[in-house]
C-alpha cells in the first residue's frame, strides 16, 4: 500500500479536483502542499458542483482534510470558501480541517502588489490571477512573512508588521498604489485570529502518526509542473515548486512518504494567462475545444488558451515531476474530430529539439513538430470500461502513453465524478 501525490502536467486546470475527489474514496487524509486560491478545482457529483480553491478537494467525500506548511492562505478567502461549501451542506469544521501552524499568510497588501506589478508590466504581463500569490512567497523567502501562527500573538503580529510594511509601503508607492495602514492591518488580523486559530496545529505531528498507524495520505497539487518556478515556462509561471518531490516538504513528511505520483493531463493542451503555448491553436479547432471543454478559468473566468496535445511537454513534466502514471482526463472533448496532431518535438530556429529549452527567446520561437492521427467517430463520453471506447481513441491513448514514457494509469470521460476508467489502483503503488 502507497500514498499517492496528485500534480498537474501541463499548465493547470487538467481536472486535479475531479481525480483527487475519485481517489479521495480510497484515502484517509488529503493534503495541500503549495499553492493557494490561484488553484480552482471543480468537481462535479450528481448535481451538485463544488468550486474549490484553498480547501483539499478529499472534503467531498468527508475525508480529513489538510492545508500543509507549503500553501500561502488568504484568511479571508479560506473563510469565505468555507462558508461556501458549508451553504451547498459540506461539514467544515477543526474535525475536519487542520491548516499548518507554519503556513505563509496572504495580507491584502499582496493581492495589490501582484495587481500594481502586472500593470506596470503592460505587454509582458504574466497574467497573474491577482491573488497575491507571487508576493506572499517572495515573504516567505524573505524571511518577514506572517504565518498562521502569528495569529495567537499580537506581539509577534505587531513588529512583524512594522518591517513588512517599511517594505511595502516604499514599493507600493513606488509603484503608484495606495499604501496600507499598521493599526487597520493588526485589527484586521486580530480579528481572524479567533476564526482561523481553532483549524491551526502542527500538521506534521498529525501526518507522523497517520502514516505510522498506516492510514493512506494523499498528496494534492495545485498548478501543475509547466507553471513550477523552478521547471516551468520561467517567468510565466506561478511562485511554487509544483513539483511532486515538494509534496513532503509542503506537507511537513519524508520524501519516502509520497509515494506513487500520479500526474494529470488533459488529451489536448490548455493555459490560463501569458507565455509560450507552442501548440496554441487560433483556428476554428481551437474554437470547438475551448466551447466543448468549457475552457474558463475557474477563478478569473478568463478564456483558456486551447491546443494540440503536446507529448514533449508532457515527457518533460514526467521527467522532472517524477510522474509514474498519468491521468488522461477530458477524452470526450475530442470525440468526432476527424484528425488529431500531437506534439513530438520542436524546431527551434531551424535546429529540432525533444525537449523545451530555459531560455525565454528559444521557448518562444518553439514551433511543433507534429505526428497526425485520424480521430474516431463514435463516443467516448461518459465511458466507464476500456472496452467501451472506440478502437481508435485508444489507438490515441496507447500513442500518447509511447511518446510520454509513462503509462496511462487513469482515465476521465466527463466531469462526473464516476466518469472514470481505472487502469491501475494508484494506491497499490
Ligand atoms: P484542476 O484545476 O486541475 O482541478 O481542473 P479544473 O477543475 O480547473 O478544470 C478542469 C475542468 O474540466 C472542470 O470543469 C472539470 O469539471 C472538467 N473535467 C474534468 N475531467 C473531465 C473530463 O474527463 N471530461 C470533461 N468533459 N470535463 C472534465
Ligand atoms: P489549478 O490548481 C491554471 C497561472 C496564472 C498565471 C500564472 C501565475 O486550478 O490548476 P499566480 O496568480 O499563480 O501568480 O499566476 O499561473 N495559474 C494557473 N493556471 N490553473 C491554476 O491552478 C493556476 N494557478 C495559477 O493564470 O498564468
Ligand atoms: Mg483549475
Redesign the pocket.
Known amino acids: 500500500m502507497a500514498n499517492v501525490a496528485v500534480i498537474?502536467a501541463q499548465w493547470?486546470?487538467?481536472?486535479?479536483?475531479?481525480?483527487?475527489d475519485w481517489l479521495a474514496s480510497r484515502a484517509d487524509i488529503v493534503v495541500r502542499f503549495q499553492g493557494g486560491h490561484n488553484?480552482?478545482?471543480?468537481?462535479?457529483v450528481g448535481n451538485q458542483?463544488y468550486?474549490l480553491s484553498l480547501l483539499p478537494?478529499g472534503l467531498v467525500r468527508g475525508k480529513l482534510g489538510v492545508i500543509g506548511n507549503g500553501v500561502v492562505v488568504d484568511p479571508v478567502a479560506l473563510l469565505e470558501e468555507i462558508a461556501r461549501v458549508r451553504a451547498q451542506g459540506l461539514i467544515v469544521t477543526p474535525d475536519t480541517l487542520r491548516v499548518a501552524e507554519n503556513a505563509i499568510l496572504i495580507l491584502p497588501l499582496h493581492a495589490a502588489i501582484d495587481k500594481a506589478r502586472e500593470a506596470k508590466r503592460g505587454e509582458r504581463k504574466i497574467g497573474t490571477t491577482g491573488r497575491g500569490i507571487g508576493p506572499a512567497y517572495e515573504d516567505k523567502v524573505a524571511r518577514r512573512a506572517i504565518r498562521v501562527c502569528d495569529l495567537a500573538e499580537p506581539e509577534t503580529l505587531s513588529f512583524k508588521l512594522d518591517e513588512l510594511l517599511l517594505h511595502h509601503n516604499t514599493l507600493l508607492q513606488g509603484l503608484g498604489a495606495g499604501t496600507f495602514e499598521k493599526q487597520a492591518l493588526l485589527d484586521h488580523l486580530l480579528a481572524l485570529a479567533p476564526q482561523i486559530l481553532p483549524f491551526a496545529e502542527p500538521v506534521w505531528e498529525r501526518l507522523d502518526q497517520a502514516r505510522r498507524a498506516g492510514r493512506r495520505i494523499l498528496f494534492e497539487g495545485?498548478q501543475?509542473v509547466m507553471l513550477d518556478v523552478d521547471h516551468g515556462t520561467y517567468p510565466y509561471v506561478t511562485s511554487s515548486s509544483t513539483v511532486a518531490g515538494n509534496a513532503a516538504g509542503g506537507a511537513g513528511i519524508g520524501p519516502h512518504a509520497v509515494g506513487f505520483v500520479l500526474g494529470?493531463a488533459k488529451a489536448y493542451t490548455t493555459r490560463v494567462g501569458s507565455g509560450p503555448f507552442p501548440t496554441e491553436l487560433f483556428d476554428d479547432v481551437g474554437k470547438l475545444l475551448g466551447k466543448?471543454?468549457?475552457e474558463f478559468?475557474?477563478v478569473t473566468g478568463r478564456p483558456r488558451r486551447c491546443g494540440w496535445f503536446d507529448a514533449t511537454m508532457v515527457r518533460q513534466a514526467v521527467k522532472v515531476g517524477g510522474i509514474q502514471g498519468l491521468a488522461l482526463?477530458?477524452?470526450?472533448?475530442l470525440d468526432g474530430l476527424p484528425e488529431l496532431k500531437i506534439c513530438v518535438g520542436y524546431d527551434i530556429n531551424g535546429k529540432r529539439f525533444n525537449y523545451l529549452p530555459a531560455a525565454m527567446g528559444a521557448q518562444a520561437a518553439a514551433t511543433p513538430i507534429y505526428e497526425t492521427m485520424e480521430g474516431w467517430s463514435g463516443s467516448t463520453?461518459g465511458a466507464r470500461t476500456w472496452g467501451a471506447l472506440p478502437a481508435q481513441a485508444v489507438k490515441y491513448v496507447r500513442r500518447i502513453e509511447e511518446l510520454v514514457e509513462a503509462p496511462v494509469t487513469l482515465l476521465?470521460?466527463?466531469?462526473e465524478r464516476d466518469?472514470t476508467i481505472m487502469v491501475k489502483d494508484p494506491f497499490e503503488g
Open positions: 498537474g493547470g486546470d487538467e481536472g486535479k479536483g475531479k481525480v483527487v488553484a480552482g478545482h471543480t468537481l462535479v458542483t468550486k478537494s495545485a501543475a494529470i466543448r471543454g468549457h478559468g475557474t482526463t477530458k477524452l470526450d472533448v463520453q476521465s470521460t466527463s466531469p466518469d
